[in-house]
């Protein structure tokens, strides 16, 4: 069987903090970041801990690693892990990293902020790998080359953030996380997304949760259901689970969803999608 030119692998799909342990073990505990393999080309969405074990991936090629990592924003679950993201420590690898445009300070130095002499003992600029910042505006239209063409769209979340869509060969794939939900469809996601063969949806609250917490930044899966059905979304993949589910508590949740929208998914930790 021939593989895919265009996978998406998930390594972290929870929001808030990591919660590892015997509770989590079948969907994962690690933060928020999601692999895409385009052809050759090797796109990273979010930093949470879950670049962690992609970076030990990564090395164990033996080769030069060049990648693109676009961050949604720069809360903690979405960030943490990069100072542990050994490609980044060697020499020759080249990454590009993309993140919002702030009024009042650059993406760069959010990135370099956490890894500070109080809180990290390697600054950012010590790393070894050749890293260049990248700001972007929602509605930005980024050519990456090989024929990849990358969307933004603005979240609903405190503190904005980006969506992102990535377009390949007639194939797309939708990275929707952080963003709290209006009280009817919003008409600019909807457009952003439609007829996407996989859109990756902040499904962090259900619908009775969400009431206690209207105006976190996030989103349920029955709003995400919604969402998915009025823009033609072939696949859905609920993601960014919160940080009180178990895995009884979300293969509950992944039948529900199934009864409403058959293609449709929790993410785990390690699946795979080929598109």
């Given at each position: ?63 030069r690693v060049c990648g693109d990592i676009f961050i ?204």
């Amino acid at each position: 069987m021939k593989k895919s030119d265009f996978q998406v692998t998930f390594w972290g799909v929870r929001g808030s903090l990591p919660i590892p342990g015997p509770q989590t073990v079948k969907y994962g505990g690690n933060t928020s970041c999601v692999q895409l393999q385009i052809a050759e080309r090797l796109i990273i969405l979010d930093a949470g801990t879950g670049i962690y074990k992609l970076g030990q991936q990564l090395m164990k090629g033996g080769n030069r690693v060049c990648g693109d990592i676009f961050i949604t924003h720069t809360h903690w679950d979405h960030i943490q892990g990069f100072p542990f993201f050994a490609p980044a420590f060697a020499k020759n690898n080249h990454f590009n990293l993309y993140g919002p445009t702030r009024a009042d300070i650059d993406f760069a130095d959010l990135m370099k902020g956490q890894m500070t002499y109080q809180h990290f003992p390697v600054n950012l600029d010590s790393m070894g790998a050749d890293i260049f910042f990248h700001e972007l505006l929602s509605g930005d239209v980024l050519e990456l080359g090989e024929n990849i063409v990358v969307k933004t769209t603005h979240n609903n979340h405190p503190n904005g953030g980006l969506s992102y869509r990535f377009d390949f060969d007639n194939r797309s794939c939708c990275y929707v996380t952080d963003t709290e939900h209006f009280s009817c469809i919003n008409d600019r996601l909807r457009e952003f997304i439609n007829d996407t063969d996989l859109l990756i949806y902040d499904t962090n609250y259900t619908d009775e949760e969400y009431s206690n917490f209207i105006g976190w930044g996030h989103s349920t899966w029955q709003e995400g259901i919604k969402l998915a059905q009025s823009a033609g979304v072939k696949k859905l993949v609920l993601f960014h689970h919160d940080k009180e589910r178990s895995d009884e508590d979300m293969d509950k949740i992944e039948k529900q969803a199934q009864e409403h929208f058959p293609d449709c998914v929790a993410a785990r930790e390690g699946m795979v999608i080929s598109l």
